[in-house]
């Protein structure tokens, strides 16, 4: 079946137009009902949320929707997206939801659904829903119609539950820390929890007004956090997205290390530890050759997966593997949590600074990144590039051009009609050549 409303991570749009609007959301909530009530036991919904206005008119309708078909829903405000995951799982719910479009703009919303066990629903259940709302929802009687709580210390509980995660008996004292929350779903939770372990926490993007999340701000706009860092000569700076599942870190010197730099460091020594299942690090196609080649040094794997965080989750399930992430940032540790975590991400790379003395600077630069190009190319409606026997033949040619010194990974983007070609390689000028030849056939069909 066609998925027509889940993409890579939930359900995503512009808000108040389709299929981001009131109705849908009390649709959905009724289909995903219809699909997780099962057995006699009261059904139960976790709703959590990022900061954005539209958060509100979401959350009524999914709570109007879940209510109308017997669950009764838990709403415990904004919270990161970890934070849903865990408190589905800890309060025995059937189902959780986080109403987030992650480091989108304020303008745009999503809604992503939890399992009983905190993961995020499967390809199998995501259409399932779809086919439920192909129905008429499962409307209960007067007497059996759900009820809405909200949950006070929601927040509180994954904040308890973050801290464990951090050694015991280590603190975070005599460090100096930029926190950027991106105006988002963590702007009291990460914060809060670096400084109730002891660390001189600088506060920053922490005045949500529901307009200005991901705004300037938070991991995909790391200039105010480099410039904090420098400013107050911090010794770190953690930059988290609206929703805080992924992160990017700063080192004392302003300079940014992305997930694949981070994965290297927790893979060196959740090794060396012996804590490395089957000394494999999972990670998607987008993942620097750098770091797999840094792997291979270490006598270590890398698993790549599609794009998409719930791919490389998936795989660690199937493989039983326990440290996988993404360059952008999202860093999955399943011995914790059951998603991508900013916030406990950033305490292991803290835990690494407390354990070994070293400044952060020498912790997040692992191995030297193969230069990178990623281009994005526009088609015309109907055209199918990479089908084109021109196409093929310039990627073909491309890749025996690098002949093992680079890689080329191009792919048809699922939400618009672009080409993204992305390509490494050790020669920097030969990369530029191989990547335009290849750009230049895929533009011959906008």
């Given at each position: 079946?066609?998925?027509?409303?889940?993409?890579?991570?939930?359900?995503?749009?512009?808000?108040?137009?389709?299929?981001?609007?009131?109705?849908?959301?009390?649709?959905?909530?009724q289909?995903?009902?219809?699909?997780?009530?099962?057995?006699?036991?009261?059904?139960?919904?976790?709703?959590?949320?990022?900061?954005?206005?539209?958060?509100?008119?979401?959350?009524?309708?999914?709570?109007?929707?879940?209510?109308?078909?017997?669950?009764?829903?838990?709403?415990?405000?904004?919270?990161?997206?970890?934070?849903?995951?865990?408190?589905?799982?800890?309060?025995?719910?059937?189902?959780?939801?986080m109403?987030?479009?992650?480091?989108?703009?304020?303008?745009?919303?999503?809604?992503?659904?939890?399992?009983?066990?905190?993961?995020?629903?499967?390809?199998?259940?995501?259409?399932?829903?779809?086919r439920?709302?192909?129905?008429?929802?499962?409307?209960v009687?007067?007497?059996?119609?759900?009820?809405a709580?909200?949950?006070?210390?929601?927040?509180?509980?994954?904040m308890?539950?973050?801290?464990?995660?951090?050694?015991?008996?280590?603190r975070?004292?005599?460090?100096?820390?930029?926190?950027?929350?991106?105006?988002?779903?963590?702007y009291?939770?990460?914060?809060d929890?670096?400084?109730?372990?002891?660390?001189?926490?600088?506060?920053?993007?922490?005045?949500?007004?529901?307009?200005?999340i991901?705004?300037?701000?938070?991991?995909?706009h790391?200039?105010?956090?480099?410039?904090?860092?420098?400013?107050?000569?911090?010794?770190l700076?953690?930059?988290?997205?609206?929703?805080?599942?992924?992160?990017?870190?700063?080192?004392e010197?302003?300079?940014?290390?992305?997930?694949?730099?981070?994965?290297?460091?927790?893979?060196d020594?959740?090794?060396?530890?012996?804590?490395?299942?089957?000394?494999?690090l999972?990670?998607?196609?987008?993942?620097?050759?750098?770091?797999?080649?840094?792997?291979?040094?270490?006598?270590?794997?890398?698993?790549r997966?599609a794009v998409?965080?719930?791919?490389?989750?998936?795989?660690?399930?199937?493989?039983?593997?326990?440290?996988?992430?993404?360059?952008?940032?999202?860093?999955?540790?399943?011995?914790?949590?059951?998603?991508?975590?900013?916030?406990?991400?950033a305490?292991?790379?803290?835990?690494?600074?407390?354990?070994?003395?070293?400044?952060?600077?020498?912790?997040?630069?692992?191995?030297q990144?193969?230069p990178?190009?990623?281009?994005n190319?526009?088609?015309?409606?109907?055209?199918?590039?990479?089908?084109?026997?021109?196409?093929?033949?310039?990627?073909?040619d491309?890749?025996?051009?690098?002949?093992?010194?680079?890689?080329?990974?191009?792919?048809?983007?699922?939400?618009?009609?672009?080409?993204?070609i992305?390509?490494?390689?050790?020669?920097?000028?030969?990369?530029?050549?191989?990547?335009?030849?290849?750009?230049?056939e895929?533009?011959?069909?906008?």
């Open positions: 079946m066609a998925r027509r409303l889940f993409g890579t991570d939930g359900v995503r749009g512009r808000a108040n137009d389709d299929p981001m609007t009131a109705e849908t959301a009390l649709r959905l909530g289909a995903a009902g219809r699909h997780f009530i099962k057995g006699n036991h009261a059904h139960r919904v976790v709703i959590g949320k990022d900061t954005r206005r539209s958060g509100y008119m979401l959350e009524n309708a999914l709570t109007a929707g879940f209510t109308s078909v017997g669950m009764d829903v838990f709403l415990v405000g904004p919270v990161p997206t970890p934070a849903v995951g865990f408190l589905t799982r800890s309060m025995r719910a059937d189902l959780g939801v109403i987030s479009a992650s480091h989108n703009p304020f303008q745009d919303n999503g809604i992503k659904f939890f399992g009983p066990d905190g993961f995020k629903l499967s390809d199998a259940a995501e259409e399932a829903i779809e439920a709302l192909e129905g008429p929802p499962d409307l009687e007067p007497a059996r119609i759900g009820r709580t909200r949950i006070d210390d929601g927040r509180g509980r994954y308890e539950f973050a801290k464990t995660t951090f050694p015991r008996g280590r975070l004292d005599g460090l100096r820390i930029v926190v950027d929350c991106a105006n988002g779903a963590a009291r939770t990460a914060p929890v670096l400084w109730e372990l002891g660390a001189e926490v600088v506060r920053i993007a922490v005045a949500p007004n529901g307009f200005n991901n705004k300037d701000c938070g991991s995909t790391t200039a105010a956090a480099v410039e904090a860092v420098k400013l107050h000569r911090a010794d700076g953690i930059s988290l997205d609206g929703d805080a599942d992924r992160v990017m870190i700063i080192d010197t302003g300079e940014i290390a992305d997930g694949d730099q981070f994965m290297a460091l927790i893979a020594r959740w090794a060396a530890e012996g804590r490395l299942a089957q000394g494999t999972v990670a998607t196609v987008m993942s620097n050759l750098g770091l797999e080649r840094h792997l291979e040094s270490q006598g270590l794997r890398l698993l997966t998409g965080d719930r791919y490389v989750v998936e795989a660690m399930r199937a493989g039983g593997y326990n440290l996988g992430g993404e360059q952008s940032g999202h860093i999955v540790m399943t011995d914790h949590v059951t998603t991508g975590d900013g916030l406990i991400a305490l292991q790379f803290l835990s690494a600074m407390v354990e070994t003395g070293r400044k952060a600077s020498e912790l997040s630069r692992v191995f990144a193969y990178q190009l990623l281009t190319v526009r088609f015309r409606k109907g055209a199918e590039p990479l089908s084109e026997a021109s196409v093929q033949s310039a990627i073909s491309g890749e025996a051009r690098l002949d093992g010194r680079g890689r080329l990974v191009i792919r048809k983007s699922g939400t618009e009609p672009l080409v993204r992305m390509g490494e390689c050790d020669d920097p000028e030969l990369l530029r050549v191989v990547l335009g030849n290849i750009e230049a895929v533009a011959r069909f906008a």
